[in-house]
């Protein structure tokens, strides 16, 4: 059977593979990229999803525009509204994960050669998606601030992409924050050199305590000229439930019209079924409930993690403590002598039952092997301590 040319430029995800061995009675994994689903609010999504069903049954259960089940789209213009974004519900397409919103990107921007910016590390699935429209990545270098503006400019002055891709807020997997005065700089930079700024925001709503900057695209308004040059991607996945698929897109309205004709041949709208869902339990109010409750249950084992990395690896690892998001991104130092290649101590680490996903995959250029990812979502406290204990003993 012969495939198309296009998918010798990607490989199946470094992390999915590392699933097949996670198998093993006892292990503790802080691998994965999933919210915890004990904090799914069930009885809310029931609720919700009974008013659908009780207020509207043929919207929820019939075909819908592939715009987006218009109930949610208004309910998704007031939750932008809450983060300082005015877009109208027409100026919004709702997408099957913010993942989709990545494709749709990727199908209606990129050609084969064309050149995209993307951090590094960033998103794996962001590098293999725009790998597979044949897009050649350049990687802008990011430090606790997220990423360094000043060799962005160089980069885009000298590369002339097609677009720059950011994840600003708690960046996957890098867990780095943006600070105010570079996102202002991105704008600016999109202005000078026309060049359109993709902001992907899944994690922005799960701080721990001080509220990050506003996003990128609320910044706009203090840019002139800035706000044609932003596509926004956002998603319910990690703060609502991965299940619900329902994603978003704030993009130009050429862009937008694009994108809508290309989702057409994929899947003709998310279903409505879910939209209707999560539209009802947008509605009713129970969502700053929700993210208080996750925020504070996040942050605590963030802190238990951070402590425990300290305690267990010492200056054996690096790190900066994450404010916000799901990630821990650390780097082996290689002190006093021990191990610098964190795909080799995954490998050990998989014998101590517990396992992570090693960072180089993350990068779309150079490789950083020293580099590894830690999710503290899925985890209680007891079990944080405990998996990074084994961690400290594989090392």
Not at 174 to 186: E, Q, T, W
Request: proline content about 6%; charged content about 20%.
């Amino acid at each position: 059977m012969q495939f198309a040319t296009r998918l010798d430029n990607v490989e199946t995800s470094a992390i999915r593979e590392l699933f097949k061995l996670l198998g093993k009675p006892g292990i503790i994994s802080f691998a994965g990229g999933f919210p915890d689903s004990a904090m799914f609010d069930v009885e809310g999504l029931k609720e919700a999803s009974a008013r659908a069903l009780a207020e509207e049954p043929g919207g929820a259960l019939q075909y819908g525009a592939t715009e987006g089940y218009e109930p949610m789209r208004t309910q998704l213009s007031a939750f932008m509204k809450g983060k300082g974004v005015e877009v109208a519900p027409e100026g919004l397409i709702v997408t099957t994960g913010s993942q989709q919103a990545l494709d749709l990107l990727g199908k209606t921007l990129i050609s084969p050669g064309d050149k995209v910016i993307v951090e590094g590390p960033t998103f794996l699935a962001t590098i293999q998606c725009f790998r597979l429209y044949g897009a050649q990545l350049i990687s802008a270098p990011i430090d606790a601030d997220g990423v360094d503006v000043d060799k962005l400019e160089q980069l885009i002055a000298e590369h002339k992409p097609k677009f720059v891709y950011l994840i600003p807020t708690f960046g996957n997997p890098s867990g780095a924050m943006l600070s105010l005065a570079r996102r202002k700089k991105v704008l600016e930079l999109a202005v000078k050199y026309q060049t359109l700024m993709v902001e992907d925001d899944p994690y922005g709503d799960l701080y721990f305590g001080k509220a990050p900057p506003p996003s990128i695209m609320s910044l706009t308004k203090e840019v002139p000229g800035s706000r044609e040059l932003v596509a926004h991607c956002g998603s319910l996945s990690k703060v609502l439930s991965p299940g619900l698929r329902i994603g978003w897109m704030i993009a130009p309205a050429e862009l937008l019209a694009k994108a809508t004709m290309c989702k057409q041949f994929s899947d003709a709208h998310t279903s409505t079924f879910a939209q209707a869902t999560a539209a009802q339990y947008l509605k009713s109010g129970r969502m700053p409930d929700t993210l208080a409750h996750v925020r504070k249950v996040y942050g605590e084992r963030a802190q238990a993690m951070g402590a425990a990395l300290k305690r267990e690896l010492g200056d054996a690892i690096a790190f900066e403590q994450p404010g916000g998001g799901l990630f821990f991104w650390a780097r082996l130092t290689g002190a006093n002598g021990k191990l610098a290649d964190a795909n080799v101590l995954a490998q050990r680490a998989i014998e101590k039952l517990v396992a992570f996903v090693p960072g180089a995959p993350f990068f779309a250029e150079k490789p950083d092997v020293a580099t590894l990812r830690l999710s503290f979502a899925t985890a209680n406290v007891e079990k944080i301590e405990e998996g990074i204990a084994r961690l400290g003993a594989a090392l």
